[in-house]
């Protein structure tokens, strides 16, 4: 976190009731979003929480373009179905399109058509996280915005990295390169009918998060709830300085000069790790590198877990933390039977405002030592696995 941020929670107000630390974060957040109702969460997958709490059921069906990791187990234990509607060029890692985190829209239109009255709230994930970081463009939200409230169905977004995405508008979307971020981003809230916010993200603190409606008919409900599962109303789970922390980060991140040196970072890497013959998702996404497991280790099938290899190998060898985005985390069991994901990718996600130039290049090299001895890598074999969420806990052995 800045500077800014460490001295705004020095003079945080602890209050219950009229804290000025809520009334500061919920200002910030209204101007932001454009919406009047800001319920206040220790974390994103709270917020899922708590929202789903009110609007999920046994066979509901909530569309999206990809559903990120939490909003899909948050959905799917209550009994609800996360379908993931991303268009065909999102699911190619090498398709080089700019936009590649937009919904389909001709089959967001047929899913409405087909189980009108089952979905509670339709969805759009920016930036597209398990998708590879990739951008929704405006002219997409829009028109997706137009099917769901054409079937009457609620418009929620998960707006995590809504300055990126809106950056990524304004550098590649006809007609948004003279207007700021921070117009984009209010151009894109307006399109929805309320937001999830992991702050973590976009609101560059080490915890928070905030649900954001337009409308108040849900809201009595989803404060009753946080009350019983987070904390009270002004405060969500967090401590004050926490709000404080928000409201400066909601700021410093629309500034577009930080923007650019974020993606640019993205660029780099994805270009260092392709000059020595690891294949990326293309194009480079905001806030990490996605590197093509399935690609880069054809000699392990995705049942032996590809992404997740790679993961405890660069780990072991170069002390580098990475996420798996594949089989382990969406994988399923479907009558006896293994169904992988549609991709085996290993996230690459960057501290924001934390490495150094030197950080990037050990990266780089010592994933280039790794990748000249590939062909050793072996693959996993799930030995424990939850029943949600199994790669924050899964334990896995090596095959063979």
Same mark, same amino acid.
Not at 56 to 64: A, L, T
Not at 302 to 314: D, K, M, R, T, Y
């Given at each position: 976190?800045?500077?800014?941020?460490?001295?705004?929670?020095?003079?945080?107000?602890?209050?219950?009731?009229?804290?000025?630390?809520?009334?500061?974060?919920?200002?910030?957040?209204?101007?932001?979003?454009?919406?009047?109702?800001?319920?206040?969460?220790?974390?994103?997958?709270?917020?899922?929480?708590?929202?789903?709490?009110?609007?999920?059921?046994?066979?509901?069906?909530?569309?999206?373009?990809?559903?990120?990791?939490?909003?899909?187990?948050?959905?799917?234990?209550?009994?609800?179905?996360?379908?993931?509607?991303?268009?065909?060029?999102?699911?190619?890692?090498?398709?080089?399109?700019?936009?590649?985190?937009?919904?389909?829209?001709?089959?967001?239109?047929?899913?409405?058509?087909?189980?009108?009255?089952?979905?509670?709230?339709?969805?759009?994930?920016?930036?597209?996280?398990?998708?590879?970081?990739?951008?929704?463009?405006?002219?997409?939200?829009?028109?997706?915005?137009?099917?769901?409230?054409?079937?009457?169905?609620?418009?929620?977004?998960?707006?995590?990295?809504?300055?990126?995405?809106?950056?990524?508008?304004?550098?590649?979307?006809?007609?948004?390169?003279?207007?700021?971020?921070?117009?984009?981003?209010?151009?894109?809230?307006?399109?929805?009918?309320?937001?999830?916010?992991?702050?973590?993200?976009?609101?560059?603190?080490?915890?928070?998060?905030?649900?954001?409606?337009?409308?108040?008919?849900?809201?009595?409900?989803?404060?009753?709830?946080?009350?019983?599962?987070?904390?009270?109303?002004?405060?969500?789970?967090?401590?004050?300085?926490?709000?404080?922390?928000?409201?400066?980060?909601?700021?410093?991140?629309?500034?577009?000069?930080?923007?650019?040196?974020?993606?640019?970072?993205?660029? #780099?890497?994805? @270009?260092?790790?392709?000059?020595?013959? +690891? %294949?990326?998702? !293309?194009?480079? &996404?905001?806030?990490? *590198? #996605?590197?093509? @497991?399935?690609?880069?280790?054809?000699? +392990? %099938?995705?049942? !032996?877990?590809? &992404?997740?290899?790679? *993961?405890?190998?660069?780990?072991?060898?170069?002390?580098?933390?990475?996420?798996?985005?594949?089989?382990?985390?969406?994988?399923?069991?479907?009558?006896?039977?293994?169904?992988?994901?549609?991709?085996?990718?290993?996230?690459?996600?960057?501290?924001?405002?934390?490495?150094?130039?030197?950080?990037?290049?050990?990266?780089?090299?010592?994933?280039?030592?790794?990748?000249?001895?590939?062909?050793?890598?072996?693959?996993?074999?799930?030995?424990?696995?939850?029943?949600?969420?199994?790669?924050?806990?899964?334990?896995?052995?090596?095959?063979?």
């Amino acid at each position: 976190m800045s500077a800014a941020q460490w001295g705004a929670m020095l003079v945080a107000d602890e209050s219950y009731a009229g804290s000025r630390s809520f009334e500061r974060f919920e200002r910030v957040v209204r101007a932001l979003t454009g919406y009047g109702h800001v319920i206040p969460t220790h974390q994103g997958r709270a917020a899922e929480r708590v929202l789903f709490s009110h609007l999920i059921r046994p066979g509901v069906k909530v569309p999206s373009n990809c559903h990120f990791d939490t909003t899909r187990a948050n959905i799917e234990q209550l009994g609800g179905e996360a379908v993931d509607l991303v268009v065909p060029e999102g699911r190619d890692p090498a398709c080089e399109a700019p936009f590649k985190g937009n919904i389909d829209l001709a089959r967001l239109d047929a899913f409405c058509a087909a189980h009108r009255g089952e979905i509670p709230c339709g969805m759009l994930t920016i930036t597209n996280n398990t998708g590879g970081g990739q951008p929704v463009a405006i002219a997409n939200l829009r028109a997706a915005a137009d099917i769901y409230h054409g079937y009457g169905i609620p418009f929620i977004l998960d707006a995590c990295r809504f300055a990126e995405n809106s950056f990524f508008i304004k550098l590649r979307e006809p007609g948004f390169s003279d207007k700021t971020v921070r117009e984009i981003a209010r151009e894109t809230f307006a399109l929805a009918d309320g937001c999830l916010m992991s702050a973590k993200k976009d609101g560059m603190v080490n915890i928070g998060g905030f649900i954001a409606l337009r409308d108040s008919q849900w809201v009595d409900h989803l404060r009753n709830q946080l009350i019983l599962t987070e904390g009270f109303p002004t405060y969500g789970g967090m401590a004050a300085r926490d709000l404080e922390a928000i409201a400066v980060g909601l700021e410093e991140v629309l500034d577009e000069n930080y923007l650019d040196y974020r993606l640019a970072v993205s660029r #780099y890497m994805a @270009a260092g790790l392709n000059r020595a013959g +690891i %294949p990326t998702v !293309q194009p480079a &996404g905001g806030h990490a *590198v #996605y590197i093509d @497991a399935k690609a880069f280790l054809p000699h +392990i %099938p995705p049942e !032996q877990f590809p &992404g997740q290899a790679l *993961v405890g190998e660069l780990y072991l060898s170069e002390g580098i933390r990475s996420c798996e985005i594949g089989s382990v985390m969406f994988g399923k069991e479907i009558d006896g039977r293994f169904q992988p994901s549609a991709m085996e990718l290993v996230r690459l996600a960057f501290p924001r405002r934390v490495y150094t130039q030197s950080h990037f290049d050990y990266i780089l090299e010592g994933i280039q030592s790794l990748a000249a001895r590939k062909s050793e890598l072996r693959g996993l074999r799930m030995s424990y696995r939850p029943p949600f969420l199994p790669h924050f806990t899964a334990r896995f052995e090596v095959v063979g």
